[in-house]
């Protein structure tokens, strides 16, 4: 297991990430202190995030993650003549 600073792991990722895929696992410190464990997709703990599992599964092939959030168009209500929707479902219920 080998240890990285914020910093150094920022100038060489490319390297870690080297690493990493060949199996290593690879701490993650800032000003000292632990903060992150790199390691691959296939090593899930059973306590893994929804995040983590969606990213073992897409490397594994089985789902392609989105590539962007897509956000959905403004909301506009629909303005109509005469009673209430919710009023007609009620009367047409009885």
Known sequence: MQTVGVRELKNR???Y????????NVV???R???VAIMHRLDRIEEDAGLDERLAALA???FLTLPKAKAALP???PVRMKGE???ETLIR???
Request: net charge positive.
């Open 28 to 30: 993650v410190t800032d």
């Open 17 to 24: 990430l080297g690493e990493v895929k060949k199996g290593e």
């Open 92 to 94: 047409d219920r009885r």
């Open 74 to 76: 403004p909301f506009a």
């Open 13 to 15: 990722l490319t390297h």
């Open 84 to 86: 209430p929707v919710s």
């Open 32 to 34: 000292g202190k632990p």
């Open 59 to 61: 490397a594994q092939g």
